[in-house]
């Protein structure tokens, strides 16, 4: 049964690349539910799985073994039209590289998934989220005419105009200044306290991290950590805490 309290559930999920001597198990019966409302930080060593995590909940990638429900959708089953309508619908982007269209201007970038989708915008929505991301003055702008912080905003605002049921973010402070990824992360997190959004961000960033009310840890496909309202100097406490475990393994 899917709670009504998730936004995105995993339960016992496995995914395997390769087969016999190149087979590797990027998850390893990863159970994890994210919760409606709140902002989810999931962090982890490179290769640790935090990316294929966010991509099976997102329903980019298929699962080997276990469950995925986005809201009280089960993934399972689902045909290539039926998960394109749901992260059309019920899911959001915003990647580190953009992922804006240079022939569009800001504003066509951020109504873009609801003209896709056929969906008139409500324009009082819309407005909010323009002058909450503070674009109003560089909506006829295209991107090369826009900064990258301001090019990430527009992404933002592209994920959440159409008010989807969560917003899974890739490293989005990745291309950006510490100055410009602060205001994104703000801009994130005032989105989960004043708009009820729920976002899930992969990051390896520990001061990106504390802008969460949860940090999940990833090591070798599997949860090993577990943060509620976080700072950013115990999140470093954690990864050094978790490094250490994984090299008095390795050297055991």
């Known amino acids: 049964m899917s709670s009504p309290e998730a936004a995105a559930r995993a339960v016992d999920v496995w995914k395997v690349y ?4 190149t087979e590797v198990a990027a998850l390893r019966g990863v159970t994890l539910t994210i919760e ?3 902002f989810t930080a999931i962090m982890g060593p490179s290769g640790s799985g935090k ?3 966010m991509h099976c909940l997102a329903g980019l990638d298929a699962i080997d073994k276990g469950e ?4 009280d959708a089960a993934l399972a089953g689902m045909s290539d039209k039926q998960l394109t309508a749901l992260r059309r619908d019920r899911v959001g982007f915003i990647f580190q590289q953009f992922n804006l269209l240079p022939t569009l201007t800001a504003e066509e970038n951020i109504l873009l998934p609801l003209n896709i989708a056929g969906r008139s915008p ?3 929505w819309l407005d909010r989220i323009i002058d909450t991301v503070g674009l109003r003055p560089r909506l006829g702008h295209r991107p090369t005419e826009l900064s990258g912080g301001q ?3 527009v992404a933002c605002a592209r994920a959440l105009v159409p008010r989807p049921q969560v917003i899974f973010a890739d490293e989005p402070t990745g291309n950006l200044d510490s100055q410009s990824g602060a205001g994104v992360l703000a801009l994130l997190q005032q989105s989960v306290r004043e708009f ?3 976002i899930v961000m992969v990051t390896h960033d520990a001061r990106a991290a504390s802008y969460a009310d949860r940090v999940v840890f990833l090591a070798d496909g599997r949860i090993v950590g577990d943060l509620t309202d976080p700072d ?3 999140v470093l406490d954690t990864i050094r805490k978790l490094d250490a475990d994984s090299a008095a393994v390795e050297a055991a």
């Open 18 to 21: 390769g087969s016999g001597e």
């Open 36 to 38: 409606r409302g709140r």
């Open 51 to 53: 990316s294929t995590l």
């Open 68 to 71: 995925v429900h986005v809201g």
């Open 122 to 124: 409500d324009r009082d």
């Open 151 to 153: 090019q990430q905003r």
């Open 196 to 198: 009820g959004q729920t």
């Open 232 to 234: 950013e100097g115990v």
